[in-house]
């Protein structure tokens, strides 16, 4: 007798430093192939995809991606979890797993995506947080910073912060959350929000902040920048390693207290 498929929501949380971002690569390590591999194993052989709610970069870590996913399989919901967390490696951890209705669609479903930057501010660089934060030594004017951070909230056209291998064409995104949060002398984190990002617009942003931080770059340039439409944004995008796709949303999700 034949299974029949259903599917899948998996909620994922991983480290990317040891991967070439999320989506699959034929000859490189990806948490997407990963994934699809031990899928694969728990249909007996026959072929399994997943699809995920955001395309994290080489060396981006999740604490919530969202995964959907059609299987075939008699196990339920729980021993499913349970052969995940036994099956995957350790640096891939999946956090929840619920059989869903088959019109759930992990990326176009989403409503709101937030993802966070951390900032390692101290001397000589903490090595516990080498592989999860950007390191910069120099002092950074975060008057300034949010002064910018300002700037960029609201709907509009993020061709200007977009990353060269960016495929959309639609290009309008709504950040309602823009926000840097300062942690003692030596830790600070970006957090933004929005409906949906471009390839490597959150490590742009961040990229160009520190530039305002550092006093290169006026924060009213800004505005200036946003407005041209293309890219123009004078800092280096800010590495993979600092940014984490935090949260995603999803219309039915229960709110949050």
Known sequence: MIRPA??????????GTDY?????????????????RVLTR??????????????TDAGVHARQQVVDTLLRSRLDDADLHHALRRMLPRDVRPVALR???????????????TYRYRLDLSRDGDPFLARYAMHHRAALDFDAIKDALRRFRGR???SAMAGAACDKDDRVRDL???????????????????DGFLNHMVRNIVGTLVEVGRGRLAAGRI?????AGQRMQPGASAPGRGLVLWSVRYPDDPMEE
Not at 42 to 55: C, F, I, N
Not at 99 to 113: G, H, I, P, W, Y
Not at 180 to 193: K, L, Q, R, Y
Not at 223 to 227: F, G, Q, R, S, V
């Open 20 to 36: 070439s971002g999320w989506q699959f690569q034929t000859r490189e390590r990806t948490v997407q192939g990963t994934l699809e």
């Open 42 to 55: 728990l249909q007996g052989g026959e072929p399994a995809r997943a699809s995920g709610a955001g395309r």
């Open 99 to 113: 059989t869903v209705s088959d019109s759930f669609d992990a990326r176009c479903n989403a409503v709101l995506k």
């Open 156 to 158: 509009r056209d993020w």
């Open 223 to 227: 505005d200036e920048i946003l407005a």
């Open 6 to 15: 259903r599917r899948l929501r998996i909620d994922l949380a991983y480290d």
């Open 176 to 194: 309602t959350v823009a926000r840097v949060d300062v942690d003692g002398p030596d830790e600070a984190w970006f957090t933004f929000t929005a």
